[in-house]
């Protein structure tokens, strides 16, 4: 496995992350690729690092992946980070950018009953016997080329759709529609919606 780390003063790297050996047709192999598991930063600490390339070769050096590069972006309040279960069985990763909109859908399960006479002005004619809410979020992935949209399809129909958060990884429902591929291959702006698990009796964090 190799890297190239491209730093914030444009000059680069390579590096040789590690080998495996007895390698066979039609096994499926997990590698990590966050900035933090590959110790990055450790590379050199005297500067800052703009993005890294990751990629697979062989013994004899012939590149036989996919490059991956991923951008470092500092920004991590305008930020979320989304893993999902892939159709290989392995894990994948989206990022989406900027501000969110936020939303609640209440539900309410309600019994209506008849007061007695000389009922008290505080006594309640609905009685309320569950109440939820859904929380849901409306966010932005960003422009993307026709090729970068198809990418979105394992996404779109996983079953196992998870946000990174600091205190975990919280489980969430996708819902989202786009155009996959246009005539002209413009830029178009792709978001969703994300619904988190129905909350009840919630006390919001001090």
Same mark, same amino acid.
């Given at each position: 496995m190799k890297i190239k780390i491209d730093y914030t003063d444009g000059t680069n790297r390579q590096e040789a992350?590690?080998?495996?050996?007895?390698?066979?047709? *039609? %096994?499926?192999?997990?590698?990590?690729?966050?900035?933090?598991?590959?110790?990055?930063?450790? *590379? +050199? /600490?005297?500067?800052? #690092?703009?993005?890294?390339t990751i990629w697979l070769e062989d013994q004899v050096g012939n590149v036989i992946s996919e490059l991956r590069t991923y951008v470092v972006n500092e920004n991590d309040e305008l930020t979320r980070n989304f893993i999902y279960q892939n159709s290989l069985g392995g894990w994948s990763s989206v990022t989406t950018f900027?501000?969110? %909109?936020?939303?609640?859908?209440?539900?309410?399960?309600?019994?209506?009953?008849?007061?007695?006479?000389? *009922?008290?002005?505080? +006594? $309640?004619? $609905?009685?309320?016997?569950?109440?939820? /809410?859904?929380?849901? %979020?409306? #966010?932005?992935?960003?422009y993307l080329t026709n090729e970068e949209r198809k990418h979105l399809v394992d996404f779109s129909i996983s079953?196992?759709?998870?946000?990174?958060?600091?205190?975990?990884?919280?489980? #969430?429902?996708? $819902?989202?529609?786009? #155009?996959?591929?246009?005539? *002209?291959? $413009?830029?178009q702006d792709v978001y969703m919606t994300v619904e988190f698990e129905e909350v009840r009796n919630y006390t919001p964090e001090l």
């Open positions: 992350l590690g080998s495996i050996s007895g390698v066979a047709a *039609f %096994e499926v192999y997990r590698f990590p690729a966050g900035y933090n598991q590959l110790q990055i930063g450790s *590379f +050199d /600490g005297s500067k800052s #690092v703009f993005s890294y900027g501000n969110a %909109e936020a939303k609640i859908k209440v539900s309410k399960d309600q019994l209506s009953r008849k007061l007695p006479v000389g *009922f008290k002005y505080s +006594d $309640r004619q $609905r009685v309320t016997t569950d109440v939820s /809410g859904l929380i849901s %979020e409306k #966010v932005y992935i960003g079953e196992q759709v998870y946000e990174v958060t600091a205190a975990g990884y919280l489980p #969430v429902n996708v $819902r989202f529609d786009y #155009v996959l591929k246009d005539t *002209f291959h $413009r830029l």
